[in-house]
């Protein structure tokens, strides 16, 4: 009997797919409505703060408020480009099978990883530009440092949610962190495995 | 056949055919959520055609019948009737270096869509072929006779390597 190689060759190709590990199979999904619903919050938040600034220097006889309008749009851009260029690649796998799907889930914790360092980053110059901006139209100027060590409930609110972002940049950090360690293991072993299989045969 | 049984035989097939026919579910559904929804389909055609099986036909033969059946009646009813290939999907390489596995998934990744791009005719007979079932097995799942089958696999070849070479 004639073996057909190029059949045989395009069974094994067709017939490699391993099959997706349903908990993984249902991380990926999950992490992909997150996505899609943090698209979406990102849209709101754009229209809200962007739209609202706008109209409040449209409105305000303040000049300076255009400043805040500017700065607003201009974070707003920073956070924008950043999200389409770390999304790219990473909305759906490869392929449909369990290494793409491994693969996707690594690529999206590294994602991750990189947005709390963007995440804090951006916080820190909005923050920074916030309290420049609201220093400068203090009607009575009081120092500086005395302004900032809680001179108001206004400030106590801005360090309160200062820590509170930090302490949940830290905390999601260190479950990234730990979740990516797991998956390069999976990922580790499953190559392993595949040696072992393509040795044996 | 008890009830037990039944659900036992019913879970030897899945685990069985399982990825042989999600495999053939993605070959017929342009999105993985279409590809679930027609498995689900299928697995339940199977689970009610269950209990009349009497062994006229091997099991993987009766499986897979009825997963081109249900594949025909949900082409029908969506609104793409043609072959829509899926988007060619760029398949990143997170580890560059040896050509090994990244080369491989891309070239099954092409494989696949190149299959999903034939006219259903063509399709339903390298699909099978890909399977590993035989003209007899092929000719008894989609009702044309065994010759027909051999005519239809040679043009199912060539236009696979038209398919394909687009795709290079």
Redesign the interface.
């Given at each position: 009997m004639i073996t057909d190689v190029?059949?045989e060759i395009?069974?094994e190709?067709?017939?490699?797919?391993e099959?997706v590990p349903d908990s993984l199979r249902k991380n990926v999904e999950r992490q992909s409505r997150l996505m899609k619903i943090g698209l979406v919050s990102d849209v709101v938040v754009t229209v809200i703060l962007g739209g609202g600034t706008t109209a409040w220097a449209f409105l305000s006889s303040d000049s300076s408020v255009v400043l805040v309008a500017v700065a607003t749009w201009l974070f707003l851009a920073a956070a924008w480009i950043f999200v389409l260029i770390t999304n790219r690649?990473l909305w759906?796998p490869?392929?449909?099978?369990a290494?793409?799907y491994l693969?996707l889930s690594?690529?999206r914790c590294r994602s991750a990883l990189h947005t709390v360092w963007f995440a804090a980053g951006l916080f820190v110059a909005e923050v920074a530009f916030g309290l420049s901006w609201g220093y400068l139209h203090l009607e009575s100027r009081k120092p500086a440092l005395q302004w900032l060590a809680f001179s108001s409930i206004r400030m106590d609110v801005v360090w309160i949610l200062t820590t509170v972002f930090f302490a949940s940049l830290l905390w999601y950090r260190a479950k990234k962190r730990s979740e990516l360690e797991q998956l390069v293991r999976m990922r580790e072993e499953t190559?392993g495995a595949?040696e072992i299989r393509a040795s044996l045969s | 056949m008890d009830r037990a049984s039944l659900k036992e035989q019913f879970e030897r097939i899945l685990a069985e055919h399982?990825?042989?026919l999600?495999?053939l579910a993605?070959s017929y559904t342009n999105s993985?959520s279409d590809?679930d929804d027609l498995l689900q389909e299928t697995a339940f055609a199977i689970w009610q055609a269950l209990p009349g099986f009497r062994g006229e036909c091997s099991e993987r033969t009766f499986v897979f019948r009825i997963a081109h059946n249900r594949a025909i009646t949900y082409l029908s009813r969506s609104r793409e009737h043609r072959a829509d290939p899926l988007e060619e999907?760029?398949?990143?390489d997170?580890t560059p270096g040896p050509e090994s596995?990244y080369s491989?998934?891309q070239?099954?990744?092409k494989?696949?869509l190149a299959?999903r791009s034939l006219p259903l005719a063509y399709r339903q007979v390298i699909l099978l072929?890909?399977?590993?079932l035989g003209y007899k097995e092929i000719s008894n799942v989609l009702g044309i006779s065994e010759s027909n089958v051999g005519a239809r696999l040679t043009r199912a070849?060539q236009l696979?390597h038209e398919a394909l070479e687009k795709r290079k």
């Open positions: 190029e059949l395009w069974r190709e067709w017939q490699t797919e099959a690649g759906t490869a392929a449909l099978d290494s793409a693969e690594i690529r190559d595949k | 399982g990825p042989a999600s495999r993605y993985l590809r999907v760029e398949v990143h997170p596995e491989r998934r070239r099954a990744e494989l696949k299959v072929t890909l399977e590993g070849r696979l």
